[in-house]
Nanobody, 127 residues
Framework: QVQLMESGGGLVQPGGSLRLSCAASGFTFDYYAIGWFRQAPGKERERVSC????????FYADSVKGRFTISRDDAKMTAFLQMNSLKPEDTAVYYC????????????????????WGQGTQVTVSS
């Protein structure tokens, strides 16, 4: 059974940090690119970051560049999103997703092309 499970969300003050995890099971994790997406209330879901399979190339949205870092541990079938210098506008439900794309750069794929999705984890940045 395919499963993606996010964890690590919560309430943090502006300027703080959180580390999100995305634990995978039921598929060959190292064949898949991993994307992190977020959806704030009243807004469309947006891609935050992605990391390719194999070569591990990455992409970051301009809004998070320099503050967020994506990584993956294929042996543990887990991806991570380290979020630093958080801002109130980072408040959203964060989702991880997996895309079967060996050797391809994750940046070229749209949200609709992802194969599997997690249930999401809430991140709230507020004082």
């Amino acid at each position: 059974q395919v499963q993606l499970m996010e964890s690590g969300g919560g309430l943090v003050q502006p300027g703080g940090s959180l580390r999100l995890s995305c634990a995978a099971s039921g598929f060959t994790f190292d064949y898949y690119a991993i994307g992190w997406f977020r959806q704030a209330p009243g807004k469309e879901r947006e891609r935050v970051s992605c990391i390719s399979s194999s070569h591990g190339s990455t992409f970051y949205a301009d809004s998070v560049k320099g503050r967020f870092t994506i990584s993956r541990d294929d042996a543990k079938m887990t991806a991570f999103l380290q979020m630093n210098s958080l801002k109130p506008e980072d408040t959203a439900v964060y989702y991880c997703a997996a895309l079967n794309a060996v050797q391809a750069m994750c940046v070229i794929f749209d949200e609709d092309e992802y194969d599997y999705w997690g249930q999401g984890t809430q991140v709230t940045v507020s004082s």
